[in-house]
């Protein structure tokens, strides 16, 4: 197979696509959950000068970030299996005018990775996607050195997404959401193995804590998970999970949520866990 083979069946192989709506939409969650990652990003020491290994870096809105925290003594390095994600950060770096990102199209699953004595990652929202999370940490142990840190942002009770008092049809939502993300090999509560996970591979626990969202519809934040049930109905057809009448069905019962001034929505749960390798003795 053909380089621009592979990529072309990577980019279909995501459970979200890599169409224009998913990248706009990615761009609203970065917004959303921005200065909720900068604190992890503080509480962590990421600071000038670090070089930072991007995991799964999707169009780039962190890199971004990233790559203006360290600065130009720095280095930032943002792996990524989707082509079009990555030509997507490649632009937005050059437009920014910064020249300390190494981009590197692959996919940690299956390729073998080169990097060594970093000092911190950063993952977010990519253990629930990946068959193997036990191989994503042996990863990211061999690229860390000791003393660097590992950051995640990843779900870990993803069934805790509720819309009250409008919410019988979201929770089916939901449950077909869950079964999609595991029928392609992934797994929508990662985080729960996570801190074993990593002990396992000789990380200490730092600070591990919960994080959700209680938005009402005239909030901003309202349009992030507005956004991704919309998304995620056309792609459950697609996949033949669903028929359009019951996600035209999902749509109404959205739409009469949002009327509704006593409406609430709690966003699925996630875990921030940062994790120190420790150094060998």
Not at 159 to 173: M, N
Not at 175 to 193: F, Q
Not at 248 to 272: G, Y
Request: some cysteine; charged content about 25%.
């Amino acid at each position: 197979m053909s380089d621009a083979s592979m990529s072309a069946r990577l980019d279909r192989d995501y459970i979200l696509g890599t169409h224009d709506e998913e990248l706009a939409r990615l761009g609203l969650q970065h917004r959303v959950w921005r200065e909720r990652m900068l604190e992890g990003w503080r509480r962590a020491g990421i600071t000038h000068g670090w070089r930072v290994l991007d995991v799964g870096a999707g169009p780039g809105y962190a890199t971004l970030d990233l790559a203006e925290l360290v600065g130009p003594t720095g280095e930032v390095i943002a792996v990524e299996r989707s082509a079009r994600f990555l030509e997507h950060a490649r632009e937005s770096c050059r437009q920014r005018g910064f020249t300390n990102v190494q981009f590197h199209e692959l996919d940690l699953m299956q390729a073998p990775v080169a990097f060594r004595d970093l000092d911190a990652t950063w993952c977010r929202w990519v253990t629930s996607f990946v068959s193997s999370p036990a191989t994503l940490v042996s990863k990211i142990a061999a690229v860390l050195r000791p003393g660097g840190v590992a950051i995640f942002h990843e779900y870990v009770d993803y069934q805790s997404w509720r819309i009250t008092p409008h919410g019988a049809l979201h929770e089916q939502f939901v449950n077909e959401v869950m079964a999609s993300w595991r029928a392609s090999g992934g797994e929508p509560d990662a985080a729960r193995e996570l801190p074993q996970l990593l002990v396992g591979a000789g990380f200490k626990l730092k600070h591990v804590a919960p994080a959700v969202l209680a938005v009402r519809p005239p909030d901003f934040e309202w349009q992030w998970p507005k956004t991704f049930i919309e998304i995620n109905l056309l792609r459950l057809v697609e996949l033949g999970r669903v028929k359009a009448d019951w996600t035209e069905s999902v749509r109404e019962a959205l739409r009469t949520a949002e009327a509704d001034p006593a409406t609430v929505m709690i966003t699925p749960m996630f875990l921030e866990i940062i994790a120190e390798r420790v150094p060998t003795k």
